[in-house]
């Protein structure tokens, strides 16, 4: 008998799925035991890509997830409500679930999955970091049994794809985002994505799989790429960096007692492995003990590399109801019990690029010194670079600092008579 599915939502990924899936010929066999049995829309209207007939399509998502018929729900809504209960629902009603939703289980995923556990069923999320790259299965499974210590990555194709355009084409930003929105890559409001909370959601994921806790999304700290200008582009370049926007989750000290979760534009050196990651593609890289670096690299977004990493969950739970084993795979069900402590981003030790305006007068990067000085930071570069009408700019790179450190000597910069303003600071890898 064919496994029904009842997918919610119809947009991007929806379309893209449901091509996929009704494409079957030359894919995995089992692909042709699913049914698209319904499929929940918010308009009847609207015209649409694929071709389903009129009993497949409905408004009302709460009857899908509660049709005893329905075997798995593929939830491609997004947003947090009613996604949220919906799944819940499908859960309670026994049904595995597929999501696409970063958003939702990054901040829901403990009620989820200790819902999913004891009602015996799956919930699988590949689509929801790194759209196509195989990644959630990759650290759950192949990579589970390393000691992770580091997990960074460009995890949000919208962002990429827009820093990319600015340093290869000078490109204004809303331009940009206009074309990566048309292309589907960007969530319904893009503000998730350049705000930073797109990439927050998937590194609170992936650090959740990689560091064996759950994670509370508000601790992860977000910067997103809004304050990057083409200005800053053009001094990194210069040092020999890009700017990339990481989400980055790592052990802090040797004795692993501190982690660290955040996401940030980043002064990336060029020769670094993600450096060369362009346009909507994403790469995540992966540090652990025994295996040495990682680096798993692919579509980051797009209708039909989501629809990939989607369907392979689906088939996953085909073949799970297919073979019909009476107890839980360990290495697809989330074992996590306890939220993992995430230390605060004044503590993070990192390097910094600075960059000051300031009046042009005698000995101001002598005080920029001295005052970094007094709170312990010492300088790797200093270049003053030309002029911006009547005042000049400076650029300067740091060694290794406490952030709080860092801080508190740019307030008292700010400060000084002579400095007209700090226009950007950025984290350098
Ligand atoms: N776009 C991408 O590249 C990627 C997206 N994702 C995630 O996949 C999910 C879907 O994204 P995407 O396809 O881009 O989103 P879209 O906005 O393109 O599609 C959303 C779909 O859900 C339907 N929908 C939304 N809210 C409701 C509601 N309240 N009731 C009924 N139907 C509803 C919409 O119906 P209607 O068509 O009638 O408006 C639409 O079909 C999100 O969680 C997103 O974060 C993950 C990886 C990549
Ligand atoms: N908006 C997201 C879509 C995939 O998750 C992105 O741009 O990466
Ligand atoms: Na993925």
């Not at 690029?353 to 010492?378: E, H, M, P, W």
């Not at 790797?380 to 508190?408: C, K, M, N, P, Y």
């Not at 910069?413 to 600071?425: H, L």
């Amino acid at each position: 008998m064919a496994v029904k599915l009842g997918i919610l939502g119809l947009g991007t990924v929806g379309t893209g799925t449901v091509q996929l899936l009704q494409d079957n010929v030359g894919r995995h066999p089992l692909l042709q035991d699913i049914e698209i049995y319904r499929v929940g829309v918010r308009s009847l209207t609207k015209p649409r890509a694929v071709e389903l007939s009129p009993e497949v399509i409905t408004t009302d998502l709460e009857a899908i997830v509660n049709d005893p018929a329905v075997d798995i729900v593929v939830e491609l809504m997004g947003g947090l409500e009613p996604a949220r209960t919906l799944i819940l629902t499908a859960i309670k009603n026994g049904k595995h679930v597929v999501t696409a939703n970063k958003a939702v289980i990054s901040r829901f995923g403990g009620e989820i999955f200790t819902a999913a556990n004891q009602a015996g069923v799956y919930v699988l999320l590949e689509a929801a970091v790194g759209g196509g790259i195989p990644v959630i299965q990759p650290l759950k499974q192949s990579l589970s049994v390393n000691r992770i210590n580091a997990i960074m990555g460009i995890v949000n194709g919208t962002t990429n794809y827009i820093l990319t355009k600015m340093q290869t084409e000078g490109s204004e930003f809303d331009d940009v985002l206009a074309d990566a929105q048309r292309l589907g890559y960007a969530e319904a409001d893009p503000t998730a994505d350049v705000d930073g909370w797109d990439a927050g959601d998937k590194i609170a994921i992936l650090a959740s799989l990689g560091f064996d806790g759950r994670i509370n999304r508000d601790d992860v700290y977000c910067e997103g790429i809004r304050q990057v200008t083409k200005t800053d582009i053009a001094y990194s370049a210069k040092l020999g960096f890009v700017i990339k926007l990481l989400g980055i989750a790592q052990h802090l000290d040797q004795d692993n007692s501190r982690l660290s979760v955040r996401v940030h534009p980043t002064l990336v050196p060029q020769t670094h492995p993600l450096a060369s990651i362009n346009g909507v593609y994403n790469a995540i890289l992966v540090e652990g003990e025994p295996i040495g670096q990682v680096m798993l690299f692919g579509p980051g977004a797009g209708a039909g590399a989501t629809a990939s990493a989607v369907s392979s969950d689906i088939l996953n739970l085909v073949a799970t109801l297919k073979t019909n084993t009476a107890k839980p795979n360990p290495l697809l069900a989330c074992r996590h019990q306890h939220y993992s402590q995430i230390t605060p981003i004044s503590e993070l030790v990192t390097r910094f690029y600075a960059r000051f305006l300031s009046k042009d007068q005698a000995g101001v990067i002598g005080r920029l010194g001295t005052c970094f000085g007094n709170y312990g930071v010492s300088l790797e570069s200093v270049v003053q670079t030309g002029f911006q009408g009547e005042l000049a700019e400076i650029v300067v790179v740091t060694h290794t600092v406490r952030e709080g450190d860092f801080r508190q000597a740019l307030a008292e910069i700010q400060a000084m008579e002579s400095i007209d303003s700090i226009p950007s600071v950025l984290r350098v890898l």
